[in-house]
């Protein structure tokens, strides 16, 4: 691989510790989880365990349960789906991704819910008391917060948003997938009903985990059925959380793998942070040097994320994607799958080229990125 600039489709490369492990880890336990009471079972049983534990310290949310699912999308459906209610008036913000957008979409035509998109403007961020004053017209059944925009970057006020919620009874989501970890919030705040996290994003680990984290008391209705290894006798899926929505075998090689992971980031974390950070402002300085390139929404690093979407005088994004991938330098173009934020942001539907940092993005990347925006800028 050469320059890795899509860090928010998935992080790359993965700590060493994840590739040790993993590339071990069927040689030595291969047991099925909660199916046995032998070695290998009770040990993929424990990894499970003190991997969702992992995840409270994370988010920091010990006073909420851990559900895993093989993604973050397919996560996002168990609480859509488990929670709305025929004609419900869900709210949502201009930057979901299809896990959310389609989700809805479905449930519009079965179920008859009316959605909504919360008032924005893209200079001035989110309007709180223009949102206020939508939720009193149509009262809010659900809201769905993307934590941060996998298309420009932009962090919501997450804060303010689901406070608001709240004095309305309204059931919150917050998608966390392009943030858990990496930008430091309370999922444990009692305004915070649900939260959606991918294992191989901002939590370094690999494809193939995520899940979903939530109130005690909340008990949205399985969509997904099957055997669960504990009251086996019942043909109704069992009262308890989180057997209650982990059917079938659990994915055990990609848990120990973010078990893994998430070791190294609870060791690691203020780096990690910092890092990004500094790799994120080297990006945006990297961009502005070049005048054929204009960056699409907001630009300020202390409001966004590592993730900058452009666009390039006279060539389309997937133009510039092929060009890049001569360089062998990765980076994502089009919609991202996320077509309301490009609607947004004025670039539907040819959408941008989005550039997305991580921790380990190397001066070695950005030395290469530099001469192929180079190479681009002459031949424009």
Known sequence: MGAYFDNAATTYPKPKAVYDYMDIFYRENGGNAGRGQYKLAATASRIISETRKMIQTVLQCENKEVIFAPSATLAM???????????????????????????LYALEKSKNIIV?????????????????????????????????????????????????????DCITVLDIAQTAGLVPINIGSNNIDYAVFAGHKTLYGPIGIGGLVKKPESNPTPILFGGTGVESALQDMPHEAPSRYEMGSQNIHAISGLHTALTWFLENAEDIRRIEDGNHKRLLSTLRAHSNITIVGPQERSNCIGVVSCLFDDYSSDNIGDVLDRYE???????????????????????????????????????????ALGFIEENS
């Open 77 to 103: 459906n168990m609480v859509l789906q488990g929670i709305i209610a025929p004609g419900m008036h869900i709210y949502i913000s201009p930057f979901e991704h299809n896990a959310v957008t389609r989700t």
């Open 116 to 168: 909504h998109v919360i008032p924005f403007g893209i200079q001035g961020g989110y309007d709180i008391d223009a949102v206020r004053a939508e939720f009193k017209k149509n009262a809010p059944g659900v809201l769905v917060i993307s934590h941060a925009s996998n298309v420009c970057g932009l962090i919501a006020p997450v804060e303010e948003l689901t406070s608001l919620a709240k004095e309305f």
């Open 329 to 371: 330098i990765a980076v994502r173009t089009g919609l991202h799958c996320a077509p309301v934020a490009h609607k947004t942001l004025g670039t539907f539907p040819a959408g941008t080229v989005r550039f997305s940092v991580g921790y380990f993005t190397s001066e070695e990347d950005f030395y290469e990125l530099e001469k």
